[in-house]
């Protein structure tokens, strides 16, 4: 039996609307496939504090403008455990020599996620957390040893939009409060809140299409973010 252009058309329209409503549910911590067991509830919140993670250090790096970074790959983990993984390329200076600047940004990115938990839930998960702040550490303390003092943005702009400041020595007792590094990872959330809090509606798109399919390659990212100019 062959249908009609119409009766085609409506098709097509059902599975974008399944699509959409599968989405909505993730977003409000239910589970797809109409899982209606506790376990799978719990599941689809991690999954969904996982997505919402990963998408705050997409937008960190994207809209980081003028110093964007390239992402390759985001993906999340749809078992219990709500891990995910960001792949992209931190700076190692050319020939030889520390560019400040893009130190500074791939600090950002590194604390994009922390921002994004902090924005969306009011609290971050210790696990992932602690991962990224060991890397923006190592970055940290590179620009200490480089004597660099000032970031590539308006800090007063980014602290009127962040309702800063973060102080993260007191969040993390292995950051020494007072310190220049400490100032450097306070400055750096700041940016990376605002970043998020900037582009909420992005991080949302982000995270649905994280939830939907679980893998976000660049090209995935470019339809999200639009083009952009890298500093490479």
């Not at 899982?35 to 990963?54: D, F, L, N, P, Q």
């Not at 980081?64 to 983990?77: E, F, L, Q, W």
């Not at 702040?133 to 590179?142: D, G, H």
Request: glycine fraction near 10%; proline fraction near 3%; charge should be positive.
């Amino acid at each position: 039996m062959f249908k009609t252009l119409a009766e085609l058309a409506g098709d097509a329209l059902g599975a974008v609307g399944d699509a959409a409503s599968s989405a909505s549910r993730y977003l409000k911590g239910q589970p797809r496939d109409g899982i209606a067991s506790t376990h799978g509830k719990i599941r689809a919140r991690i999954e969904y504090r996982a997505a919402v993670h990963e998408a705050g250090h997409a937008v960190a790096a994207w809209c980081g403008h003028p110093y964007v970074v390239r992402i390759s790959k985001i993906t999340i983990d749809d078992g219990s455990m709500g891990e995910g993984r960001v792949e992209y390329a931190t700076t190692k200076g050319r020939n030889g020599k520390l560019e400040a600047d893009r130190v500074w940004c791939d600090i950002v990115v590194s604390l994009g996620g922390i921002a994004a938990e902090m924005v969306e839930f009011n609290r971050m998960r210790s696990g992932p957390a602690k991962s990224d702040l060991e890397q923006a550490r190592q970055s940290v303390a590179a620009l200490v040893s480089a004597g660099a003092k000032n970031p590539p943005w308006d800090v007063a702009e980014v602290a009127a939009v962040a309702d800063g400041p973060f102080d993260m020595a007191k969040v993390y007792r292995s950051v020494s409060e007072g310190s220049e590094e400490a100032r450097i990872l306070n400055l750096c959330y700041d940016r990376a809140k605002y970043l998020v809090v900037r582009n909420q509606s992005l991080l949302e798109k982000v995270t649905e299409s994280l939830l939907q399919t679980g893998v976000l390659t660049g090209i995935s990212l470019v339809r999200i973010f639009g083009l952009r100019k890298f500093h490479l």
